[in-house]
């Protein structure tokens, strides 16, 4: 839609310092709270377990106490002992730290995908995959935080061309994922008080 703007994605986890000027706009997770900053809403955190079909069919998922005794990616992971808790599972962390440790969701898929272990997992980051059966969820549950995805750019550049072509790339398709997904995935959550 805009050919004369050049876009370098960049996918590492630390967190960018807008005043070095290397990046324009960034995709963070938090509270939408970062004094400075414009902060568009996109969508909240969710997650739930996430592995190969054959995977699943081998260890014969039907509850999640099962997880408990499986290999799992990125084992001590917050969001397997949030997930458990909200399914009733006690996880006392005593899980061993041997397994992969790996640092994103698509280096878990990666890893899913080969039989590796179970991945906790944003499931509609893999919509496509979970549709043709390549993974699967084996439980329903998806697990809302009160953190989310948040479009974030200086205050100051909000009026910038690119910043306001990339916003509105963007938003759009936010809004049009958001046909596919449970509407409180696009809910904002209400503030929390420090």
Same mark, same amino acid.
């Given at each position: 839609?805009? +050919? $004369?703007?050049? *876009?370098? !994605?960049?996918?590492?986890?630390?967190?960018?310092?807008?005043?070095?000027?290397?990046?324009?706009? &960034?995709?963070?997770?938090?509270?939408?709270?970062?004094?400075?900053?414009?902060?568009?809403?996109?969508?909240?955190?969710?997650?739930?377990?996430?592995?190969?079909?054959?995977?699943?069919?081998?260890?014969?998922?039907?509850?999640?106490?099962?997880?408990?005794?499986?290999?799992?990616?990125?084992?001590?992971?917050?969001?397997?002992?949030?997930?458990?808790?909200?399914?009733?599972?006690?996880?006392?962390?005593?899980? +061993? $730290?041997?397994? *992969?440790? !790996?640092?994103?969701?698509?280096?878990?898929?990666?890893?899913?995908?080969?039989?590796?272990?179970? &991945?906790?997992?944003?499931?509609?980051?893999?919509?496509?995959?979970?549709?043709?059966?390549?993974?699967?969820?084996?439980?329903?549950?998806?697990?809302?935080?009160?953190?989310?995805?948040?479009?974030?750019?200086?205050?100051?550049?909000?009026?910038?061309?690119?910043?306001?072509?990339?916003?509105?790339?963007?938003?759009?398709?936010?809004?049009?994922?958001?046909?596919?997904?449970?509407?409180?995935?696009?809910?904002? +959550?209400?503030?929390?008080?420090?």
């Amino acid at each position: 839609k805009h +050919p $004369d703007l050049a *876009l370098r !994605l960049s996918t590492d986890n630390r967190l960018v310092d807008f005043s070095t000027g290397e990046f324009h706009a &960034a995709v963070r997770v938090g509270r939408g709270d970062w004094p400075g900053l414009r902060c568009h809403f996109l969508f909240r955190m969710a997650f739930s377990p996430i592995c190969s079909a054959e995977f699943a069919a081998e260890q014969n998922l039907t509850r999640p106490e099962q997880l408990l005794d499986l290999p799992r990616l990125s084992p001590r992971d917050d969001w397997w002992r949030d997930w458990m808790k909200e399914m009733g599972v006690e996880d006392s962390g005593d899980s +061993p $730290d041997s397994g *992969l440790v !790996l640092d994103n969701q698509v280096m878990e898929a990666n890893a899913a995908f080969s039989g590796a272990g179970i &991945a906790m997992m944003t499931p509609m980051f893999w919509r496509m995959e979970l549709a043709t059966g390549r993974l699967v969820q084996p439980f329903p549950e998806i697990l809302l935080t009160d953190r989310s995805h948040w479009l974030v750019y200086p205050e100051a550049r909000r009026t910038q061309p690119k910043i306001a072509a990339f916003r509105e790339w963007l938003l759009k398709e936010v809004r049009a994922a958001s046909r596919n997904e449970p509407p409180e995935i696009f809910t904002e +959550p209400e503030p929390v008080e420090a």
